[in-house]
């Protein structure tokens, strides 16, 4: 007897320290445990440190990614930064900041612009046009659609309003009217950093025959501070619909329509199973897009990633792509959002955003002029509204979203408000108000230029 139990101790302490690593592996830094995550960071710095990194696309996406799931896991859990966009704020400045004071070691840096540059893997670009062509082709038609047509007005109006208090605002301060639009108030309504700030540079780049990292910086500013103010006024309309019910339609649009039916159906798009052989065609389709605006691009005269957008909306609106087809892209674009969203901001930190110029940025002015055009934008929302018979709140909140980082902003948005059903009508606030925002800034600044 003694024996069975002298062998079952050293069993026993064994079981122990399972149990206690089980523990420590309940903690993860975004999806991974934090102990894989140590021993993977150890990995690749170590190899960096010694440069035996690969330089390539799997040492770039070994070193945003574990930098991306790090800062975004912090900005999502610190107090009042997780209410303003934390991770996506992370993600950009704690990079850029890293490579502005050399701290980040130079394999890193090296393999990181490996991936990213349009130069070498590209991978910007491929996120482009994954999330451009999933968006909007796993949108409910009928959504898109109605909910287009519902929003139109208070949308247009909106975005008139934003664009005048806009240039108001930077005339009092002494702003060019030129930089004030293409600079500070395209950026904001441009449907976030990879549907708006990365298309739209490239186009700048090519007009204005400027780098494309230089452009980049002077946008990013504008879109963050723009998205932080609409999660502000995303937090308020939330108080002033529970102080004011007759403001609320809790996550309706229009009073007596049939938004919960249009809701229902957008979820039930969300949720089919998941297919990996169509997310292999859903990847096709995305390159294909990306493939057919460039090839057009040169009899068109506008830019490649301009007319991905708009070569999706057709597809979508005409219903010309099977089901099978949208659901396979749709699917492909959440794989890649979910997982590289931050990480890709990550890659932009190092790659597009000099610290420097980036802390130059954030005046009291520019701050002012961000917060008025963002604030015209809501307040016109809810006096249309008002007299469209919509929900005041719902519609304000809507047209903030038209101020948001992409899916991203959205969620941020509409977490604050407390009114998440409402995603499909911010997407197309979003998506179609910022692509429609890029689509005439490119021709208005190929006029001008």
Same mark, same amino acid.
């Given at each position: 007897?003694?024996?069975?139990v002298?062998?079952e101790?050293?069993? +026993?302490?064994?079981?122990?320290?399972?149990?206690?690593?089980?523990k420590?592996?309940?903690?993860?830094?975004g999806?991974?445990?934090?102990?894989?995550?140590?021993?993977? #960071? !150890?990995?690749?710095?170590?190899a960096?440190?010694?440069?035996?990194?690969?330089?390539?696309?799997?040492?770039g996406?070994?070193?945003? /990614?574990?930098?991306?799931?790090?800062? @975004?896991?912090i900005?999502a859990?610190?107090?009042?930064?997780? &209410?303003?966009?934390?991770?996506?704020?992370?993600?950009?400045?704690?990079?850029s900041?890293?490579?502005?004071?050399?701290?980040?070691?130079?394999a890193?840096?090296?393999s990181?612009?490996?991936l990213?540059?349009?130069?070498h893997?590209?991978?910007?670009? /491929?996120?482009?046009?994954?999330?451009?062509?999933?968006?909007l082709?796993?949108?409910?038609?009928?959504?898109l659609?109605?909910g287009?047509?519902?929003?139109f007005v208070?949308l247009?109006?909106?975005?008139?309003?934003? !664009?005048?208090?806009?240039?108001g605002?930077?005339l009092?301060?002494?702003? %060019?009217?030129?930089?004030?639009?293409?600079?500070?108030?395209?950026?904001?309504?441009?449907?976030?950093?990879?549907?708006?700030?990365?298309p739209?540079?490239?186009?700048?780049?090519?007009i204005?025959?400027?780098?494309q990292?230089?452009?980049?910086?002077?946008?990013?500013?504008?879109?963050?501070?723009?998205?932080?103010?609409?999660i502000? #006024?995303?937090?308020l309309l939330?108080?002033?619909?529970?102080?004011?019910?007759?403001y609320?339609?809790?996550?309706?649009?229009?009073r007596?329509?049939?938004?919960? %039916?249009?809701?229902k159906?957008?979820?039930?798009?969300?949720?089919?199973?998941?297919?990996?052989?169509?997310?292999?065609?859903?990847?096709l389709?995305?390159c +294909?897009?990306?493939?057919?605006?460039?090839?057009?691009?040169?009899?068109?005269?506008?830019?490649?990633?301009?007319?991905?957008?708009l070569i999706?909306?057709?597809?979508?609106?005409?219903?010309?792509?099977?089901?099978?087809?949208?659901?396979?892209?749709?699917?492909?674009?959440?794989?890649?959002?979910?997982?590289?969203?931050?990480?890709?901001l990550?890659?932009?930190? !190092?790659l597009?955003?000099?610290?420097n110029?980036?802390? @130059?940025?954030?005046t009291?002015?520019?701050?002012?002029?961000?917060?008025?055009? !963002? /604030? @015209?934008?809501v307040?016109?929302?809810?006096?249309v509204?008002?007299?469209?018979k919509?929900y005041?709140v719902?519609?304000?909140?809507?047209?903030?979203?038209?101020?948001?980082?992409?899916?991203?902003?959205?969620?941020?948005?509409?977490?604050?408000?407390?009114?998440?059903?409402?995603?499909?009508?911010?997407?197309?606030?979003?998506?179609?108000?910022?692509? &429609?925002m890029?689509?005439?800034?490119?021709?208005?600044?190929?006029?001008?230029?």
């Amino acid at each position: 007897m003694e024996r069975l139990v002298e062998k079952e101790t050293p069993n +026993s302490g064994g079981s122990g320290i399972a149990d206690l690593v089980r523990k420590i592996n309940k903690i993860t830094i975004g999806p991974v445990p934090i102990l894989i995550y140590i021993l993977i #960071c !150890v990995v690749v710095i170590g190899a960096a440190s010694i440069r035996k990194l690969p330089n390539d696309i799997i040492g770039g996406f070994a070193c945003i /990614l574990i930098m991306g799931f790090l800062f @975004a896991d912090i900005g999502a859990k610190v107090p009042i930064l997780r &209410s303003i966009g934390g991770p996506a704020i992370l993600c950009l400045f704690i990079p850029s900041a890293l490579v502005g004071t050399e701290v980040l070691l130079p394999a890193m840096k090296s393999s990181i612009v490996s991936l990213m540059s349009p130069k070498h893997s590209n991978y910007l670009y /491929l996120y482009i046009a994954c999330l451009v062509a999933g968006s909007l082709l796993g949108m409910n038609r009928r959504v898109l659609i109605q909910g287009f047509l519902r929003m139109f007005v208070p949308l247009a109006v909106g975005t008139v309003a934003a !664009v005048c208090a806009g240039l108001g605002a930077g005339l009092l301060f002494g702003y %060019e009217l030129k930089h004030t639009f293409f600079f500070i108030i395209i950026p904001i309504m441009g449907g976030g950093i990879g549907e708006g700030v990365l298309p739209t540079s490239i186009a700048y780049a090519e007009i204005l025959g400027r780098p494309q990292g230089e452009i980049i910086a002077q946008l990013i500013p504008a879109a963050l501070i723009g998205n932080v103010v609409a999660i502000i #006024c995303g937090g308020l309309l939330k108080r002033i619909g529970e102080k004011y019910p007759q403001y609320n339609g809790k996550g309706l649009l229009v009073r007596g329509g049939n938004d919960a %039916e249009l809701l229902k159906a957008q979820e039930e798009t969300a949720n089919k199973p998941l297919s990996l052989p169509l997310m292999g065609a859903g990847l096709l389709i995305a390159c +294909s897009f990306f493939i057919a605006g460039g090839f057009l691009a040169p009899f068109t005269g506008i830019p490649g990633p301009i007319l991905m957008i708009l070569i999706g909306a057709l597809f979508k609106a005409t219903n010309l792509m099977p089901e099978k087809m949208e659901q396979g892209a749709y699917q492909m674009y959440r794989f890649i959002a979910t997982n590289t969203t931050y990480p890709l901001l990550v890659g932009l930190g !190092v790659l597009y955003v000099p610290w420097n110029k980036l802390i @130059a940025s954030f005046t009291f002015s520019y701050l002012i002029i961000c917060s008025v055009t !963002v /604030l @015209a934008m809501v307040a016109s929302g809810w006096i249309v509204g008002s007299l469209m018979k919509m929900y005041q709140v719902e519609t304000a909140l809507v047209n903030a979203c038209h101020s948001g980082l992409g899916g991203t902003g959205d969620v941020a948005i509409l977490s604050a408000a407390e009114r998440m059903e409402m995603m499909p009508f911010a997407q197309i606030s979003t998506r179609i108000g910022g692509a &429609s925002m890029i689509v005439f800034a490119v021709f208005l600044l190929r006029y001008l230029t």
